[in-house]
């Protein structure tokens, strides 16, 4: 058995509890280890789940009727014969007796092998067979448990550590922080959606594990070190009272670091700088006051639909939502961010070879006009309650800001709301970033991105792990387009944010305030390290050092000179800088 695996650490933090192992991709399902007494029961359950499926097959295959009756009924009763083959049941069995496994978890590895292997045949017609095999194991699936494979609606028990191959945005918006106290997953990245969950809810995690799901033995006590991204799936009991001690000085820390940036936060040499919380989930409320947080800079609001789903939040909904984080908020302000579906964080699956460059973000909300006017007048009805401003992500062109403005302006009318909403724009894209000396005209506030800026900036694809390590907003190309923006939205008289990870990290927290960020919105518990940071930095010394990573050719030139401006000066440092800004005559 592996002693410790590598992967890439995204949120920091240690724990210690029992493996909970759970495949999301192709057919979700737990696996539990099983005792060989009971693979007798677990073979009884799944050959009584494949009959009742090959039954509903073949009925609905007699029931056919119509022009493409004859068709259907052939697809349905070949779909009724692949339950009931014995061939695929013994697989299943024999995997259950060999992994001593559950048969959820046996059903899921035989139906993923059989269709691979099907995948690659010579014949078309074979190659087409690999999705009734998953049609047919769903169907199984079904029958065997009253969630039909949803498994994130079974509750994980207290104390566990999700280990996944993949956690989707729909996933992730139904996990319970409560019951989890760390994610390890085979497949993600840095900014992927699992990891900002993660982050946002403190939770120690580790992501690009390979063969991670099958390297681990389920309900056995495991380590996760979000610091150096490692997973132990097999640790001794000394390892164990080792990391449960470093996970009480973590706390301990924390609880002090906590206390010591309690009040607001400055640089060095005494600029204020603004830090609000970014939050995925009402939920996290209580996060704003634990963690001194100066409203909300980023409220994900997706989040609510993808919890929902499939159905679809209604006005009063999200209006008890929004007012909730107002009410938590005040009297700071809470920053909205419009639905971000579509894409990779679409209901249904995304169509096009790129979902992140399709249909996604304020595009998709102007195509469903109904959706994003019942958000608008949730929005509208909830600004009462306190000082309400409304991003819209994924902004490209000035005509789409000014159709959002159009919407919510008729929406506010409709309701006879007076006080209107300031309408913000994310700054995400190229696109927004080259236009925001015209989008500043009309738009109330700037919040930069930074996350998918670097993306679509840098053409990587940041959860990919083969192209990951390109991936980098501190890239000199990334800073010259928010140098460009913060310049533009200066002179419109505009607020200009940052909510991206960029924002909660030593070296771009130091490029930012070169760069003349005077407000920052980051995950709750990254708040007091900012605010540590942040201490740390005159924004002088990072303002004259700003000329030179412009001129820079490679992010790590970049790291490497603001990495030194969170740093106290050398005696050398500081006894050439005070000789430069002294008269002439007093050097002598």
Not at 241 to 248: D, E, P, S, T
Not at 289 to 303: D, I, T
Not at 445 to 450: D, L, P, R, W
């Amino acid at each position: 058995m592996t002693s410790l695996m590598q992967g890439l650490p995204v949120s920091r933090g240690i724990a210690v509890g029992r493996a909970v192992i759970v495949r999301f991709a192709g057919l979700p399902a737990f696996r539990r280890a099983i005792d060989p007494s009971a693979l007798e029961a677990e073979e009884r359950r799944l050959r009584r789940a494949a009959r009742q499926a090959s039954e509903e097959f073949l009925q609905h295959s007699r029931d056919s009727v119509g022009e493409m009756g004859s068709e259907l009924a052939a697809i349905l009763e070949a779909h009724g014969l692949i339950a009931a083959d014995e061939t695929f049941l013994s697989a299943i069995v024999e995997h259950m007796s060999r992994e001593r496994v559950n048969v959820e978890w046996a059903l899921a590895a035989v139906a993923r092998d059989f269709g691979e292997r099907l995948e690659k045949a010579d014949s078309a017609a074979m190659r087409e067979r690999a999705a009734d095999i998953t049609d047919v194991a769903r169907e199984v699936a079904a029958h065997l448990s009253p969630t039909g494979g949803r498994v994130m609606e079974t509750d994980l028990p207290r104390g566990s550590i999700l280990i996944a191959d993949e956690l989707s945005p729909v996933n992730a918006a139904r996990l319970d922080p409560r019951r989890v106290r760390a994610l390890a997953l085979e497949r993600g990245g840095k900014t992927s959606h699992a990891s900002i969950i993660a982050r946002s809810f403190g939770l120690p995690a580790v992501v690009g594990l390979a063969g991670l799901c099958d390297a681990i033995s389920p309900e056995r006590p495991i380590v996760v070190d979000g610091d150096r991204g490692t997973v132990e799936p097999t640790p001794s009991k000394n390892r164990l009272r080792q990391a449960l001690l470093q996970v009480r000085d973590t706390r301990e820390k924390a609880r002090r670091l906590r206390n010591r940036t309690a009040g607001a936060a400055a640089t060095r040499d005494g600029v204020r700088i603004v830090v609000r919380a970014n939050l995925e989930l009402p939920e996290e409320v209580a996060a704003l006051e634990r963690w001194h947080a100066e409203g909300v800079g980023l409220f994900r609001s997706e989040f609510l639909y993808l919890k929902a789903a499939p159905r679809t939040p209604g006005v009063e909904e999200q209006r008890a939502a929004y007012e909730d984080l107002l009410a938590a908020a005040a009297p700071h302000p809470v920053v909205i961010r419009t639905y971000d579906l579509g894409g990779e964080k679409g209901i249904a699956p995304a169509a096009g070879e790129n979902p992140a460059l399709g249909l996604r973000g304020l595009r998709y909300c102007l195509l469903h006009a109904a959706l994003f006017d019942e958000q608008l007048a949730a929005l509208c009805l909830a600004s009462a309650r306190g000082e309400l401003k409304i991003l819209l992500p994924m902004v490209t062109s000035l005509s789409e800001l000014r159709e959002a403005r159009r919407r919510l302006l008729e929406v506010a009318a409709r309701l006879r709301v007076t006080k209107i909403p300031a309408l913000g724009v994310m700054i995400e894209v190229p696109s927004a970033a080259l236009l925001a000396d015209r989008l500043a005209e009309e738009a109330d506030f700037f919040s930069i991105g930074t996350n998918d800026l670097a993306q679509y900036g840098l053409a990587v694809d940041r959860a990919n792990p083969e192209v990951s390590t390109l991936y980098s907003p501190l890239h000199p190309a990334i800073l010259r387009m928010m140098k460009f923006v913060v310049e533009a939205g200066a002179a419109r008289s505009r607020a200009v944010a940052v909510c991206g990870e960029m924002a909660s990290e030593r070296a771009g927290i130091a490029a930012l305030i070169a760069l003349g960020i005077r407000e920052l919105s980051v995950t709750p518990v990254a708040i007091p390290g900012v605010k540590e940071t942040l201490a740390r930095v005159d924004s002088g010394r990072a303002e004259g050092m700003l000329e030179r990573a412009l001129g820079c050719s490679e992010p790590e030139e970049v790291e490497k000179i603001f990495g030194a401006a969170s740093e106290p000066e050398s005696r050398r440092e500081t006894a050439a800088r005070v000789r430069v800004e002294l008269p002439e005559d007093a050097r002598k």
